[in-house]
T-cell receptor
Framework: GEQVEQLPSILRVQEGSSASINCTYE??????FPWYKQEPGENPKLIID?????ERKQTQGLIVLLDKKAKRFSLHITDTQPGDSAMYFC???????????FGDGTQLVVKP | DAGVTQTPRHEVAEKGQTIILKCEPV?????LFWYRQTKIQGLELLSY????????DGGAFKDRFKAEMLNSSFSTLKIQPTEPKDSAVYLC?????????????FGKGTRLTVV
């Protein structure tokens, strides 16, 4: 299987600053790493993902980094806004028999 | 919008009752997950089906929690008997295993309160 550890569990930042969430995984065969955002009262939704053939991916103020050697991946939100306040989940999976595995989530609070 | 549909959205049960939560996955998806979400424990996997076969049955939840998938477009999660500690949001999710798009789609969840 797989085990995904996510830190921190709570992250408070000032509006305009950056926020970083870090995840580690155990299965070296994992090759797909999505990130989900869950706003209050809503379902988690995919916001960005990265596959193992990449080390970095960026879209709309989000940057994901993947370090396969260290089995570590991270989400960086630049210039945070109050609308970024939400629960964020990282996940890992491999394209074979295994299912997707989620981290425990990070509650991001962006203070105005 | 043919996303994951969960009913009911809210459920209040008395301790000891039996409740059944329902989920309709995205049409064509063959992986289905039931999760329990709490602030303390995060996302806990309750059950995982692939092509209607039960692949994982969360160990800690076996005694009172039973998920079923009688057909590819419908799944239920039964909690019997309910206890106050079961109060949480129950999320159903689905994805397409074996395809190019591996995105997991979540339902809006059922918020269960056991009194």
């Amino acid at each position: 299987g797989e085990q995904v550890e996510q830190l921190p569990s709570i992250l408070r930042v000032q509006e305009g600053s950056s926020a970083s969430i870090n995840c580690t995984y155990e299965n070296s065969a994992s090759n797909y790493f999505p990130w989900y955002k869950q706003e209050p009262g809503e379902n988690p939704k995919l916001i960005i993902d990265i596959r193992s053939n990449m080390e970095r991916k960026q879209t709309q103020g989000l940057i994901v980094l993947l370090d396969k050697k260290a089995k570590r991946f991270s989400l960086h939100i630049t210039d945070t806004q109050p609308g970024d306040s939400a629960m964020y989940f990282c996940a890992a999976s491999e394209n074979s028999n295994n299912r997707i595995f989620f981290g425990d989530g990070t509650q991001l609070v962006v203070k105005p | 919008d043919a996303g994951v549909t969960q009913t009911p959205r809210h459920e209040v049960a008395e301790k000891g009752q039996t409740i059944i939560l329902k989920c309709e996955p995205v049409s064509g998806h063959n992986d289905l997950f039931w999760y329990r979400q709490t602030k303390i424990q995060g996302l806990e996997l309750l059950s995982y089906f692939r092509s209607k076969s039960l692949m994982e049955d969360g160990g800690a939840f076996k005694d009172r929690f039973k998920a079923e998938m009688l057909n590819s477009s419908f799944s239920t999660l039964k909690i019997q008997p309910t206890e106050p500690k079961d109060s949480a949001v129950y999320l159903c999710a689905s994805s397409l295993w074996g395809g190019n798009d591996t995105e997991v789609f979540f339902g809006k969840g059922t918020r269960l309160t056991v009194v």
